[in-house]
């Protein structure tokens, strides 16, 4: 491709960068092999724009955009990218931006990329290019499954859940450390199964590759162990002159041992992220990835650090940057912003968790009052189960709200049934869809459906092993029309997307049978359907949807709520890459930040400050951090009266209060005092001599 040298048009497009990004965006352009880069990109520094505009820098000085990987933490994130990446282009390229922003193809999650490579080149690695992939649900059923089959499920002594077995399985092979290890660290109630575990996840392995499914961990197994042949690594690595990877701090052991494996010496790798938003250890994320890049490509690796905010008040980063400095080990920088406007962030004490929920929704409404919308503030806590006292207030006052972090839209049964539907015609051998398939029909139990699967498992040809199965006895009519529904589908005459109002078609009796509110559960099949018009083919939308679920139908359609407007409740950890112009972050206190089951290391407990860290850059003008004197104990009868003290957060310590001011809720003249009385209204001593009179 040819190089477009027109200085004063990249210049223009140019002209919005500050001196660092316009310093990572450049680098390396133009040379054969450009070094390594690695970002340290601070919150609200222009992450984003920064790496949207390397990519189009790339492409518009010559760059093969089929050439490029680009590997970000979510499908949507690497579509919002390639689209940034195009109306930069465009200002350099005119209408022939769009189809080289077309031809950034290898735009995706890791997991998804890995998932395309895996079946690019299934057959050099003895792998059907038809497997269907498990999400960690479905993954935990098959888990199960393998559980009982091996007894487990029946031993004198309580041995761990699928759920907990799975997560042992999954932290040994994305941290890539021994059972023995995981389980002391993290599952130390497990260690003592540790033998049994192995034979579990060895066993669970194989029925894995009798169905012919993958899970989530194994598109990152999978990947790394092709990248550690020699001739395929080379291949491979030789498709892309740049790979490029968002949220690097966010990345696990095994995702960057693959990175190495593309890019052995560095040239033209560049990584992005920052190590003071890293939080996400529970996914076997490790810190060491971003901390130890320079010493990886050393002394080759150039660090460019943008500590320009574009976010938040000085103020807000005054507290924000006094937290994190605390960090026993991170990348030198100070957030720093042109806004010098702005109050310091508040340290609200108020009595309890009531009081709490009070504080919030009045002061909710203050800013609404005062021209701020409800969609423009947020309420952040460290565990979902935190907000049901202001869930309650919010609802009383009739204020709405959304709540993320919560149910996901995969997860709901009916959503499920649909593409369990789809999953088994892609993949006749996939057990645990077939096995929630068969049990929508009136009649068949898990007996029914386990002969029908073992038929099916023995032949070579398992669609029509399954219309030759002995109709289970009590399957009545439905028998037949799901072997049609299940033929037809097969055969894929009706085409891409048409398929799936076939499949919904043959669903929707099960669903009115089986659910009473099958109408509102209805809206979200047809939705469904909008959601995979986007796809080019039913292989694509499984694997994609599995890959990176929406987080609720609301996030394909609009939130379902009456109101148009409507306030943020979210988990720390789903508020990560966004902002709202006022911040309310709750139970600012010892026991909730940090976690109580999250001080256990030096390790956990440095998380668990870049977690608060988080939460306060997320605000742009308005911060204010809740800090309840009282808790009342979780798990008590509604009536209880059981309650616990609680101090202010360490990570907020006496040295750093002068950056934030501090109030009390209620104010004293906001309490209502008692009118004197002349006298008591009720002489009840009276009354109580008056009983035995």
Request: glycine share 6%; charged share 25%; hydrophobic share 45%.
């Amino acid at each position: 491709m040819r190089a477009f040298d027109s200085p004063p048009l990249a210049a223009t497009y140019l002209d919005g960068l500050n001196a660092a990004q316009r310093r990572a965006v450049t680098h390396g352009v133009g040379a054969t092999a450009a070094s390594p880069l690695l970002v340290i990109a601070g919150a609200g520094s222009g992450k984003t724009n920064t790496l949207a505009h390397r990519v189009a820098h790339l492409i518009v000085n010559g760059a093969d955009p089929r050439r490029i990987l680009l590997m970000t933490f979510s499908r949507r994130a690497a579509a919002e990218m390639k689209s940034r990446v195009e109306r930069i282009t465009r200002k350099v390229l005119g209408d022939g931006a769009g189809v080289l922003s077309d031809a950034l193809s290898w735009a995706g999650t890791f997991h998804g990329i890995g998932a395309r490579l895996l079946r690019d080149c299934a057959e050099q690695i003895g792998l059907d290019p038809a497997f269907t992939i498990h999400d960690r649900e479905d993954a935990a059923d098959l888990m199960n499954l393998v559980r009982h089959e091996l007894g487990f499920s029946k031993t004198e002594a309580r041995f761990p859940a699928k759920g907990t077995c799975l997560a042992i399985y999954s932290r040994c092979v994305n941290a890539e450390t021994a059972i023995e290890d995981v389980l002391g660290r993290a599952f130390p109630w497990c260690v003592a199964w540790a033998d049994e575990l192995r034979q579990l996840f060895g066993t669970y392995v194989e029925a894995k590759q009798n169905q012919n499914v993958l899970d989530y961990d194994d598109l990152l197994l999978y990947w790394a162990q092709v990248m550690a042949d020699p001739d395929l690594a080379a291949e491979i690595g030789g498709r892309f002159d740049h790979v490029m990877v968002d949220e690097y701090q966010d990345t696990n052991r095994l995702q960057s041992s693959i990175l190495l494996a593309l890019k052995p010496d560095g040239a033209g790798l560049t990584v992005v992220g920052d190590d003071a938003q890293s939080i996400y250890s529970f996914r076997a994320a490790t810190v060491r990835n971003i901390l130890d890049f320079p010493k990886a490509f050393s002394p080759a690796a150039e660090i460019i650090t943008l500590d320009q905010n574009y976010r938040s008040t000085s103020a807000i980063l005054a507290a924000a940057n006094g937290v994190i400095d605390l960090a026993s080990e991170r990348f030198t920088k100070n957030l720093w912003t042109d806004r010098a406007t702005g109050a310091r962030p508040e340290l609200v004490h108020v009595r309890d968790e009531a009081d709490q929920a009070s504080f919030i929704a009045e002061r909710v409404l203050a800013n609404r009052e005062e021209g701020a919308t409800l969609k423009q503030q947020a309420v952040l806590f460290r565990a979902s189960h935190h907000s049901g006292p202001l869930e309650i207030e919010l609802t009383r006052r009739n204020i709405p709200f959304a709540k993320f972090g919560g149910l996901k839209f995969l997860d709901a049964a009916h959503v499920k049934d649909l593409l369990a539907l789809l999953r088994f015609v892609e993949n006749p051998r996939d057990r645990v869809a077939g096995f929630r398939l068969l049990q929508l029909l009136p009649g068949v139990g898990p007996t029914s459906a386990q002969r029908v699967l073992d038929h099916m498992a023995q032949a070579s040809d398992a669609i029509a092993a399954l219309g030759e199965a002995p109709a289970p006895p009590r399957a009545g009519d439905d028998w037949p029309n799901f072997l049609a529904a299940v033929s037809e589908l097969r055969s894929g005459r009706a085409g891409w997307p048409a398929e799936i109002e076939r499949a919904r078609r043959w669903y929707e009796p099960h669903l009115e049978r089986i659910h009473e509110d099958a109408s509102i559960r209805q809206a979200d099949l047809v939705q469904l359907e909008l959601i995979a018009a986007g796809y080019p083919s039913r292989e694509r939308f499984l694997t994609e949807l599995t890959l990176d679920p929406p987080d609720a139908t609301s996030d394909q359609a609009g939130v379902p709520l009456l109101d148009e407007d409507y306030l943020i409740l979210s988990t720390i950890h789903s508020a990560k890459g966004q902002e709202w112009k006022s911040v309310f972050v709750m139970n600012v206190v010892d026991g909730c930040i940090p976690s109580d089951l999250g001080v256990g290391t030096s390790e956990e407990i440095e998380e668990e400050r870049r977690l608060l860290y988080v939460a306060l850059t997320r605000a742009k003008d308005d911060l204010h951090l809740v800090i309840p004197q009282r808790f009342f104990t979780h798990g008590q009868a509604a009536t209880g009266d059981r309650h616990v003290y609680a101090n202010r957060t360490r990570f907020i310590p006496n040295d750093l209060l002068s950056r934030f001011e501090r109030c009390f809720w209620p104010h004293a003249s906001d309490v209502q005092r008692p009118l004197p009385a002349s006298g008591p209204r009720i002489d009840i001593r009276a009354q109580m001599r008056g009983l035995w009179r």
